[in-house]
């Protein structure tokens, strides 16, 4: 027993004993090679420690902070990253909107999580962020996550479905860029956690017409223009407003009019697995009749595999005489992969119609139209 007691007495010295202390000439030197436990290496400029904290200065002027005890050694040369051949343990703390930070847990308080990321930096975050931490293996020469040797990639588009969006937002600082049927362009950017904006362009024309150059696109407009802003409601719920609006443009026989979508979402779940629910409304400020078309939408995101998710999206017309159609429904897999991924499914449009006949009462019919539904997901920005 005074044995155990002398031990926990000294504990806390002899792990500070253990900490890395840098030297004069560390601090002299302008770019020094710092070695990490984990293998990797940071490069930058000593500037002091601090009890258990080592400031560097790197390259570009931005500042890191690293763990005394996670350093192996600092070096005036070169020194190359150690690599493994064989797949290593990694952990991925993954929070409610979507973020995924990969890195090595170093402390946790009432206030904030430390994370040291793999370049050696350390990042903090609220614990009420955190939604999961999942455990991983990295392979040395694969860019992506393997789980028991074998690749595995998160769905990094949750704030997209097929047609529709979800009330997940970009991340902040990314630039996300989608293309439908090799025709449709869509980018969208992330401003902040909660806002972002986007642009659709179809730079095919359907046709030119030599005495007024009308056009008119395959999806109906050339530009349009979007604008999403959403905020988590507890830790399984979300909620967003898509706004979308389309100036006025040419068409074949007569020009395309402006159009305004005001869409209400509210999703239930988390990036990878959820369910999405909308209400919006489709405005045209030109017409004098019959100028506000409401629709109600549902879709549903779930991860099925270690890279593949199912998407379902659709979308329905309570006036569907007005709107020119009951019904959208869609459904696809997306191939998830580091940082693009394929959409692949079909897409169907219920089409009203009304018959009349010259001696028998008419009545109302329903055409269904189907479509294949092709997209690529890409994500331009640091990894």
């Given amino acids: 027993m005074k044995t155990v007691l002398l ?39 000593v500037l002091r420690q ?18 005394a005890d996670q350093i192996v050694r600092i070096s005036a040369g070169h020194i190359a990253q150690v690599s493994e051949n064989s797949a290593v343990g990694s952990t991925v703390f993954v929070l409610k909107d979507g973020t995924q930070l990969p890195g090595t847990f170093i402390r946790r308080d009432n206030t904030m999580i430390t994370v040291r990321k793999s370049n050696g930096q350390l990042t903090y975050f609220e614990p009420e962020l955190l939604l999961r931490v999942d455990t991983v293996r990295t392979a040395g020469n694969n860019t992506g996550f393997t789980v028991s040797g074998k690749p595995a990639y998160a769905n ?75 905020f988590p409601i507890g830790e399984q719920f979300r909620f967003g407003i898509n706004t979308t609006y389309q100036p006025k443009q040419k068409g074949y026989f007569s020009s395309i009019s402006q159009q305004l979508t005001l869409h209400g979402l509210l999703s239930f779940g988390d990036s990878q697995r959820n369910a999405t629910l909308g209400y919006g409304l489709l405005i045209h400020p030109d017409y004098t009749t019959n100028n506000t078309v409401p629709f109600i939408t549902a879709g549903v995101m779930h991860k099925i595999s270690r890279n593949l998710t199912i998407l379902s999206d659709n979308t329905f017309y309570p006036n569907p005489f007005y709107g020119g159609k009951s019904a959208d429904l869609s459904i696809a897999l997306r191939f998830d992969r580091l940082r693009h991924a394929f959409d692949i499914g079909v897409f169907s449009s219920l089409m009203p119609y009304y018959n009349y006949y010259a001696s028998y009462p008419g009545g109302s019919k329903t055409q269904a139209y189907f479509y294949p539904y092709l997209a690529y997901n890409l994500i331009i920005g640091k990894p």
């Fill in 50 to 67: 601090d009890s258990t904290v080592i400031s560097i200065r790197k390259g570009n002027g931005d500042m890191t902070f690293v763990e």
């Fill in 7 to 45: 031990f926990l007495l000294l504990c806390p010295f002899v792990v500070r004993a253990q900490l890395f202390k840098i030297s004069p000439e560390d601090t002299q030197r302008k770019h020094s090679y710092i070695l990490m436990r984990d293998g990797s290496v940071v490069r930058g400029q």
């Fill in 156 to 230: 990094r588009f949750s704030p997209f479905l097929l047609v529709n969006p979800t009330a997940f937002n970009p991340e902040k600082g990314r630039f996300y860029y989608r293309n439908t049927l090799l025709v449709l362009n869509e980018l969208d950017y992330g401003i902040t956690q909660n806002w972002s904006i986007g642009l659709n362009v179809n730079p095919v024309f359907g046709q030119f017409q030599p005495d007024n150059t009308a056009r008119e696109t395959i999806f109906g407009a050339n530009v349009r223009f979007l604008s999403k802003l959403s």
